[in-house]
């Protein structure tokens, strides 16, 4: 065992530099870093560079330390139970902040409590901020992080810098992010830069119990986004969605208003790929609320024959229409998987479990007695008596007490893109992949059929702006209840959301722009017993397959009241007993209710920023529905 000694050769204020070379950082960042040292005061700063020396040295720190352990029996792979406190996105905790407060959200009708986005005032959030940023990271190291969201160079990439006192924070980011010193290159020119601030807010000494060494401070968590200035500033957690900021922080509420301001889309979907036996590929995105499925069909296994999946993406992507072809282009900014651990397994989805069997971080999952991971889901591949040690640190055996619970619900695996089995050979392409269909979806327990498609791109915006799903452990929710979320971008838009909308909608205005068509799916439905209708997961390339079929303009769809649904045996369904007449019911009752309330809900939330034509789209699924 070495202990090493570094030599301190600079200081900002009175603060030392540990590691990096301060001076030769661009100059932009030298002037932020400075202010936020002296703001923070930290113990020291570390400028990290991406290498594995200096991941191996803060994952030896957290190992000694007792947030990590390894797994044994995986290579380079630990588990981390953090404050049973701090496990999901705080939703209510996470605001905009912009001089115009309707820059930030729509106007919403009087008295009715806007839930697409919280914005707070410049001058409020720096009261809030002034309670806890000053000192906040005292007696702990600094880490400045420099990293690129997108292929390191590209146009299409975006540059971030993630100061943060927490290691766990680094070590992820730098899996789902591209961590180098390299970046400090493309900064050179003057080029922005997103500003990423986060802390635990747990400076030294403490004034409270750490509790399973995981610093967080709950009761004044705070995420705030200045899209004006490209800012993040996130205290008090360090669950993945609230303290990874290149991910949803930047990656969708900062880059959606880059984004709208330039004429690109950032949106909450994953990328895939399917080759049919013919050998012919399609690209399509999809995006799905939180815990709704997004990594498991970005990596399905296909029960048909002859198909072929490939990942590009499983969460993120940034789109844009090509001003040559016209196609619509998209990239996964990111280059990590934070999936949902539990119901992940060999059966559901392979390929995320081989994804994660090295160099993968494990939050809030069980570990079982000889150092691997166990979680809910997992029964059928685990030896019953196997002893497992719960995220909350009790121990039982496998089959002996079904009431107890290894993992958290909302429990991650974080593990690098690379090494999914099926990752695209282009997934970091920086031209990225043309998109033949876009997907929504949700959970809905009830009246939604498999698969919808749009009847044109106005209706498929419709579509995506009703999108409803049930609440999951993603974030604070409590009991399962159908919510809005439109477009699955309720908790990460970082502008008015009717100007969102608007802004979907305008790409239509130029006529060079190949729009993809847009389809919803529902793998959720439920028979009278509270059993899914449909068998999900694997099976779901039968509907995507149809969907590409589709986009090739076969004549497999009919009209119904809610959209294009598909013929009778235009799905192939062989091999699967499944009723097929419950599953695609459109039931008259159920949509009538359902648009009554979508009008309400929007207009409600949307008031006059609600664009006239998904007024109209409300007007003509009216009037289809009267007709059943
Ligand atoms: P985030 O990472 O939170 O954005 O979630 P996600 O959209 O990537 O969801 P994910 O694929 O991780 O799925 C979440 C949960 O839904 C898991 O527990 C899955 O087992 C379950 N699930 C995914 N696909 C299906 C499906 O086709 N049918 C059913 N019944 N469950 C599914
Ligand atoms: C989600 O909640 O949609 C996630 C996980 O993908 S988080 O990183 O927490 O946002
Ligand atoms: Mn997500």
Same mark, same amino acid.
């Given at each position: ?199 635990? %807010? !747990? ?5 409270? @119990?750490?509790?399973? *060494? ?5 009761? &004044?968590?705070? /995420? ?114 934070? %999936? !949902? ?5 060999? @059966?559901?989805?392979? *390929? ?5 069997? &090295?160099?993968? /971080? ?267």
């Amino acid at each position: 065992f070495v202990e090493v000694h570094y030599i301190t050769i600079q200081q900002v204020g009175n603060v030392p530099i540990t590691k990096g070379d301060f001076q030769s950082l661009p100059h932009q960042v030298q002037t932020w870093l400075a202010q936020m040292i002296q703001l923070c005061a930290p113990r020291a700063v570390y400028i990290c560079d991406g290498s594995e020396e200096e991941a191996e040295m803060v994952t030896n720190k957290l190992v000694e330390r007792g947030t990590l352990t390894k797994l044994t029996k995986y290579e380079n792979s630990y588990i981390c139970w953090t404050d049973p406190r701090d496990v999901a996105r705080v939703e209510s905790k996470t605001f905009i902040v912009t001089n115009n407060k309707y820059a930030s959200i729509p106007h919403s009708r009087e008295g009715v409590k806007c839930v697409l986005g919280q914005w707070m005032s410049p001058s409020d959030m720096k009261q809030e901020l002034d309670d806890r940023l000053p000192g906040c990271m005292a007696g702990r190291m600094l880490y400045v992080i420099p990293f690129s969201m997108g292929p390191i160079g590209s146009p299409l990439s975006k540059i971030g810098v993630q100061i943060t006192d927490s290691n766990y924070v680094l070590l992820s980011m730098r899996i789902m992010t591209r961590v180098s010193s390299e970046i400090w290159k493309h900064l050179r020119h003057n080029e922005e830069f997103v500003k990423c601030l986060h802390s635990t %807010g !747990v400076p030294r000494p403490h004034t409270q @119990k750490i509790i399973n *060494n995981w610093p967080c401070n709950p009761e &004044k968590i705070l /995420i705030c986004h200045f899209p004006d200035i490209r800012k993040v500033i996130s205290y008090g957690s360090g669950y993945g969605g609230n303290s990874l900021l290149g991910k949803k922080c930047f990656a969708l509420r900062i880059a959606g208003r880059i984004a709208y301001d330039e004429g690109w889309l950032a949106e909450h979907m994953l990328i895939m790929s399917i080759t049919n036996p013919k050998g012919e590929e399609k690209f399509i995105a999809a995006a799905f609320p939180s815990a709704c499925g997004k990594t498991n069909l970005a990596m399905l296994t296909p029960t048909m024959p002859g198909y072929t999946v490939r990942c590009i993406g499983d969460d993120i992507a940034w789109m844009r229409f090509d001003k040559q072809t016209g196609e619509l282009r998209a990239i996964n900014p990111e280059t990590g998987f934070f %999936g !949902v651990a539990p119901g992940t397994n060999m @059966k559901t989805n392979p *390929n995320a479990i081989l994804t994660c069997l &090295k160099n993968s /971080i494990f939050t809030n999952v069980g570990e079982t007695a000889d150092g691997g991971f166990y979680w809910e889901g997992l029964e059928n591949e685990t030896p019953p008596g196997t002893e497992i040690i719960s995220w909350t640190g009790e121990r039982y055996k496998l089959g002996e007490d079904k009431t107890k619970k290894s993992s958290h619900p909302n429990a991650r695996f974080c593990c690098p893109a690379r090494q999914c089995p099926i990752i695209h050979d282009r997934w970091e392409d920086p031209a990225g992949v043309p998109i033949s269909a876009i997907i929504f979806g949700g959970r809905r327990p009830e009246g939604v059929p498999l698969v919808i498609e749009s009847f044109d791109w106005k209706h498929g915006i419709f579509l995506a702006s009703q999108l409803k799903s049930e609440t999951t452990a993603a974030a604070e929710h409590t009991g399962k209840q159908i919510m809005h979320d439109p477009f699955a971008m309720r908790p990460f838009v970082g502008y008015n959301f009717g100007h969102y909308i608007q802004h979907w909608l305008d790409f239509e205005k130029d006529p060079k722009n190949k729009l993809p068509k847009i389809f919803h799916v529902n793998w959720f439905r439920l028979d009278e017993n509270k059993k899914f209708l449909w068998p999900g997961f694997g099976d779901n390339i039968r509907v995507l397959d149809w969907i590409v079929r589709r986009t090739n303009g076969e004549d497999i769809a009919e009209i119904s009241s809610v959209g294009l649904i598909p013929k009778k045996d235009s799905i192939n369904l062989q091999g699967l007993i499944v009723d097929w007449d419950k599953l695609m019911s459109v039931p008259k009752d159920y949509w009538k209710d359902d648009i009554e309330e979508t009008l309400s809900w929007l207009d409600g939330q949307l008031g006059d920023d609600l664009p006239h034509d998904i007024r109209i789209q409300i007007e003509q699924q009216k009037q289809r529905i009267s007709q059943i």
